[in-house]
């Protein structure tokens, strides 16, 4: 009898203390189903370009040839910036992209090259504007503010990256963190737009008009045909001296961090 009554006892005990459990499990599928399925379709996303790419034996020099015969295009700029804006997506280099339109775009004059540096600023803060809002996205709902721990450098880096957005971007993009992973990770603490999207147009500038330069000094049909790029030393000096900049200011921030 007392055993009876202790399992009576101890039984809604079991059901109270399961049931949260089961809710808890509820609540977040019910919160976050929409998320698991964009994640689905991501997921499903990537690994049919995966298939593309190792399937069509596709290098990056290959895709380079597949799109230079659509930026020559009448469309070309708006196709470059829209396929620049969806890169993040499947994570295409920037790179890539940055020299393309420096030999599509900037090849022949001054002129031409300022244009190329004005569609690339534009399509990679379009792309950075895309990647950042997927991370606030996949990020809201699921993320607690930081505790404060200072002794390591991720949680150091999210902590100032939300009580000094500003700053810490433009720091983050002068010492060529990854590009996209400093997008999705702003969007995913759900730091403030207008100050990721100011550091990151004025921290990009310099490796912007480097790459887009070495992509203007070059002969983009030599390279597609497999033949040596002719160089423009001019422009390419350019690039050289402007990378060299970027490099200068790179290590003076470093230091600035180790202090």
């Not at 599509?104 to 809002?133: C, D, H, K």
């Not at 002794?151 to 880096?157: A, E, F, K, P, T």
């Amino acid at each position: 009898m007392l055993i009876d009554l202790e399992r009576d006892s101890e039984s809604p005990m079991l059901e109270q203390e399961g049931q949260p459990a089961v809710e808890a499990d509820e609540s977040f599928l019910s919160r976050n189903w929409p998320k698991l399925a964009a994640l689905a379709i991501w997921l499903l996303l990537l690994g049919g370009y995966a298939w593309y790419y190792i399937s069509n034996d596709l290098t990056p020099t290959k895709a380079v040839a597949e799109m230079v015969g659509l930026l020559q295009s009448p469309y070309g700029v708006l196709l470059y910036i829209l396929i620049y804006a969806l890169r993040p997506i499947i994570f295409f280099p920037a790179t890539v992209l940055t020299v393309t339109a420096g030999a599509v775009f900037g090849s022949g004059s001054i002129y031409n090259l300022a244009l190329a540096v004005l569609y690339t600023i534009i399509a990679s803060n379009t792309s950075a504007t895309v990647a950042y809002l997927v991370g606030r996205y996949f990020g809201k709902g699921l993320l607690k503010e930081a505790a404060g721990d200072n002794s390591n450098v991720i949680q150091r880096y999210t902590d100032r990256m939300r009580q000094n957005s500003f700053e810490t971007i433009l720091v983050m993009r002068f010492i060529f963190l990854p590009y996209d992973l400093v997008n999705y990770l702003a969007g995913f603490l759900r730091i403030n737009w207008k100050p990721f999207i100011l550091a990151t147009f004025l921290g990009s500038i310099p490796g912007t008009i480097a790459f887009v330069s070495f992509g203007a000094s070059l002969t983009i049909t030599d390279l597609l045909e497999g033949k040596s790029p002719e160089f423009n030393p001019w422009v390419l000096a350019f690039g050289v001296v402007i990378f060299v900049v970027s490099l200068v200011i790179s290590r003076y921030f470093k230091k600035r961090e180790a202090r």
